[in-house]
């Protein structure tokens, strides 16, 4: 062939042994038919199309093109027209290899009617028609369309597809170079908040509830944001009144007021006329993601705003309902990323939430709220003594950090562990501890003391005990959750395994995960000052950062011995013989001998050690490791003791009601370390 392959693009034969990833590739088409309706709602064209490498006359790579509409299909004349795919992918379908189109994939066709025998020029672009999303053919496509249109013999070359025989009022095939087939969009995707009376929007959202009536079906959706003209759904009372038309007596059954959620005026009510409504009977239910295309936005009776979606007169069969089970969809994502700050800022302050949602704006202390001489007072010294603290623990933090001598001689660290980020010097974990707040000023000046640090360090260290205390333990189920195609799903690490959450996003997943998280204990392995305690910390390990360190993937250790055993002898590089150590240890402590003379070792509240009764002393040399320090929202109990400030009681009896007030934890993780 007179023109090589574009630089992005791949041969046909290469392309075929390549399955689920997306490719881009140019094809002369072999074999075409007209579109057809597909099984689902949208339009599907089949053509094959041919290089010098796969295929030939009739011959080629089979594919099937999905869209709504037959105005977004690649526009085909003939045999002998050149293809241009970006964004398809290779599967097999009943023992075929083809190509499929997905909701990225975009199209450019060189008709054989405008490419001649021979290239002109190196500077030739040919005409052609695209869809919207493709860009601009380039010069090498063009002199590649040439080369493959003239690699089949052009007399088998079916005639071009008329005009007339196309859909009605298309404009002419053949365009400049730069022009497209497809009309320019007309930005009519819309978000709820955006929506105005008497337009036509296309829509994304997600079925908070549905039912029929009187041959109609009222589709309740929310991409959760707000627009003032819906209906305000409020906390604690039932869902909206609606009629039924030709049950004047309700002798009918309705379906239950309960109103599910979200509250406020972020759900719209969309009417479906048939054939959607058969469609959305059928085929869609609640907490589906569904795309309504040319909805019609208008008032409803009471003048609040609510939408239709009527039968195409043009294409009365047509269907404007596409359901969203890819969740990986860009709009689904969007929608899942305000779901989940939503739930956020209502389980956090529902009442808050309700109020702005009714429209009642609450006046905050820190939004210029007029405040009495004693309540100004009492609020200065307050913020007197949080800065006073902040300089104090910032002052210790320097002076911890001046103990060069905690460094480790490189001959003494595990050869076998390694971390990322070695440029950066190691920090004794006493130095990490002592800073233990953060000093910020909110945007109307106030100051704030946050009870943690965002930051990750890099330090020696070696591990001295463990928790849970079984091996087993080590790999824990999660359920799956809608939220988990979200990348930045893993910041509720901490309470995604509880057992006995009732969190939404716990319970609405079926499919269970096993997924790592344990707790290392990790003691200080630099030098210290005769007297001194060597410093502790405990560190969690979950996730991808637990991936990354044990090059393991979690699964149900107690069902599986082997992987069990795998992961035994993968940290027996990480601490030695503590775990046998540790064994012994909890045998000799449960012979009838020591019942009555030992005591308990100190714990955490919640169970897990602390260290400080520890006499494990594991045979094994010191680590490298990245630790990262974060903070998790959590309940604490309110705490006073005797010698209290009376005037500081008085302040927090003012500002927090009740004993379950919310505060922060501070929490360390190891990242970017390994067992080689």
Request: with cysteine.
């Amino acid at each position: 062939m007179g023109a090589p392959v574009p630089s992005g693009f791949i041969d046909l034969y290469a392309a075929s042994t390549r399955h689920n990833v997306d490719l881009n590739l140019m094809g002369v088409v072999t074999d075409f038919l007209p579109p057809s309706r597909s099984r689902g709602t949208d339009l599907m064209c089949t053509f094959s199309i041919a290089d010098s490498t796969l295929g030939g006359y009739d011959d080629g790579l089979k594919v099937r093109f999905f869209r709504p509409t037959e105005t977004e299909l690649p526009r085909i004349q003939g045999t002998g027209d050149v293809v241009v795919l970006r964004n398809v992918k290779i599967k097999q379908w009943s023992g075929m290899t083809i190509a499929m189109s997905s909701w990225g994939t975009s199209w450019i066709v060189f008709p054989a009617s405008s490419i001649p025998t021979k290239a002109s020029s190196n500077h030739m672009l040919l005409k052609h028609v695209k869809d919207s999303r493709a860009p601009a053919a380039s010069l090498s496509e063009s002199l590649y369309a040439i080369a493959l249109c003239n690699s089949q013999d052009r007399s088998h070359f079916t005639a071009p597809v008329e005009p007339s025989t196309m859909s009605a009022s298309k404009p002419s095939l053949l365009e400049s170079p730069t022009s497209t087939m497809v009309p320019k969009p007309r930005g009519k995707f819309s978000l709820i908040e955006n929506v105005q009376i008497d337009s036509f929007y296309d829509l994304v959202g997600q079925v908070v509830k549905l039912y029929p009536n009187n041959g109609r079906t009222e589709l309740y959706i929310t991409d959760y944001t707000t627009n003032n003209l819906l209906y305000a759904y409020e906390w604690g009372r039932e869902g909206e009144e609606s009629s039924r038309d030709g049950d004047p007596y309700g002798y009918a059954p309705r379906p239950s007021k309960k109103w599910r959620g979200p509250y406020g005026k972020m759900t719209l009510t969309v009417t479906l006329w048939p054939p959607h409504s058969h469609f959305a009977h059928d085929e869609v239910k609640e907490d589906d993601f569904v795309y309504l295309r040319n909805v019609r936005v208008k008032y409803s009776s009471d003048a609040k705003v609510e939408a239709s979606l009527h039968t195409d007169k043009r294409y009365p069969d047509r269907i404007d309902i596409t359901v969203l089970n890819d969740h990986q969809d860009d709009c689904v994502k969007d929608v899942l990323r305000r779901k989940k700050e939503y739930g956020k800022r209502f389980k956090a302050q529902s009442q808050a939430f309700v109020e702005e949602a009714r429209g009642e704006k609450r006046k905050q202390s820190d939004e210029g709220e007029e405040l009495t001489k004693g309540q100004a007072k009492r609020r200065r010294r307050k913020q007197q003594r949080q800065q006073e603290q902040g300089q104090k623990t910032v002052n210790e933090g320097k002076d911890t950090e001046k103990l060069a001598e905690s460094i480790v001689p490189k001959q003494e660290l595990n050869k076998h562990i390694s971390c990322t980020h070695p440029s950066i010097p190691t920090r004794p974990l006493s130095s990490i501890l002592s800073l233990e707040t953060h000093e910020i000023t909110t945007p109307t000046g106030t100051p704030h003391t946050l009870p943690f640090q965002n930051i990750c360090s890099r330090a020696t260290g070696r591990v001295i005990d463990f928790f849970p205390p079984k091996l087993e333990d080590f790999a824990v189920p999660r359920r799956v959750s809608e939220f988990d195609v979200l990348s930045d799903d893993a910041s509720s690490v901490s309470d995604s395994y509880s057992a006995g959450s009732s969190d939404a996003e716990n319970e609405e997943g079926n499919e269970v995960n096993w997924e790592w998280r344990f707790y290392l204990l990790v003691e200080d392995a630099g030098v210290v000052a005769k007297g001194e305690k060597r410093t502790r910390l405990k560190l969690l390990v979950a996730e991808q950062d637990a991936e990354f360190l044990l090059k393991l993937d979690a699964e149900n250790l107690r069902a599986n011995p082997d992987a069990l055993a795998t992961l035994r002898e993968k940290l027996f590089i990480l601490w030695g013989d503590l775990e046998e150590r540790k064994s012994r240890k909890a045998i000799t402590a449960l012979t009838p001998r020591d019942t009555n003379q030992r005591s308990k070792p100190a714990q955490s509240p919640n169970g897990r050690p602390t260290g400080e009764d520890s006499k494990i002393q594991p045979l094994t040399r010191a680590f490298q490791c990245c630790i990262k320090e974060y903070g998790v929202r959590g309940k604490v109990a309110r705490l006073r003791s005797d010698s209290a400030d009376k005037e500081e009681e008085e302040e927090e009896e003012e500002e927090e009601e009740g004993v379950g007030r919310e505060s922060w934890e501070r929490r360390f993780r190891i990242f970017g370390t390994t067992i080689a």
